[in-house]
């Protein structure tokens, strides 16, 4: 079993993580406590994750019902669990240039120069409507775990 890393390490990796990778996943519940993980592509702008997934899913419906999320970021044995509380937006509601940014870094969406949709989907289009919401490695890392808290990092 490898060392524990330190809290700061932990810090640098997950930060690492929420800056360059594309997809997280998201684990929500229904309002009478029925659970529904699904991976989601996200962006992160420095203070909150941003996806987009449809208004009518299982979980656009669940967050837009609970305002509650626990992402999981990582690998099995590298993930970062977070909880956090959750802010519906229209679709249209979110500026032009944090929309923009989420398509070039996800991939998911319209280009932001070419406007061409995706074979992934495409948040932006009317066609499907879609809202925006913001919202441990090994066992040895278990103690100390808590790198964030209330969106303030604690290390």
Do not use: K
């Amino acid at each position: 079993m490898p060392t524990p890393r330190s809290r700061a390490r932990r810090r640098r990796d997950t930060g690492h993580r929420l800056t360059h990778d594309i997809d997280v996943r998201v684990a929500s519940a229904s309002a009478d406590g029925a659970p529904y993980p699904v991976p989601l592509s996200f962006d992160w702008d420095g203070e909150a994750l941003l996806v987009a997934t449809p208004t009518d899913s299982p979980t656009g419906r669940n967050l837009a019902a609970t305002r509650t999320v626990q992402p999981g970021l990582g690998h099995t044995r590298d993930v970062s669990m977070i909880e956090g509380e959750v802010e519906v937006l229209e679709i249209d509601a979110l500026p032009q240039e944090r929309g923009d940014r989420f398509v070039a870094h996800t991939g998911f969406g319209p280009s932001p120069s070419s406007q061409l949709r995706s074979s992934r989907g495409d948040p932006l289009a009317p066609a499907t409507p879609y809202r925006w919401f913001r919202a441990w490695r090994e066992v040895n890392e278990m103690p100390g775990r808590e790198l964030m808290r209330d969106g303030r990092w604690a290390v």
